[in-house]
C-alpha cells in the first residue's frame, strides 16, 4: 500500500514538473507593427491612435448582427437550431 502511494506520488510530481505550458505551441517571429504608434500608442500605457477612429453607422447590419447575438447567447446548444 505504501509502496503505491509512493509511486503515484512520483508518477504525478514527474508528470508536472514536465509540463511546460505552451513552451513549443508559439511561433518567433518579428513584429513588422514595432513602434507604430498607429497600433500600439505612444507608450504601454497608452491606446492606440486607431482607437479614436469614427465609423459611420451602417443600420443595414443591424439586423445581422441581432440575428448572431440571437445565435450566441440564446440558450441552445447548437448553432445550426433555426427560430
Not at 505550458?21 to 513588422?32: A, H, P, V
Amino acid at each position: 500500500m505504501k509502496f503505491y502511494k509512493i509511486v503515484a506520488f512520483v508518477a504525478g510530481l514527474a508528470l508536472l514538473s514536465s509540463c511546460e505550458y505552451q513552451k513549443y505551441n508559439r511561433i518567433e517571429q518579428k513584429d513588422l507593427n514595432v513602434g507604430n504608434e498607429v497600433v500600439y500608442g505612444v507608450s504601454p500605457d497608452s491606446l492606440p491612435r486607431q482607437m479614436s477612429y469614427k465609423y459611420d453607422a451602417k443600420p443595414e447590419l443591424e439586423t445581422r448582427v441581432n440575428d448572431i447575438r440571437a445565435k450566441l447567447y440564446s440558450g441552445t446548444t447548437s448553432a445550426l437550431v433555426k427560430q
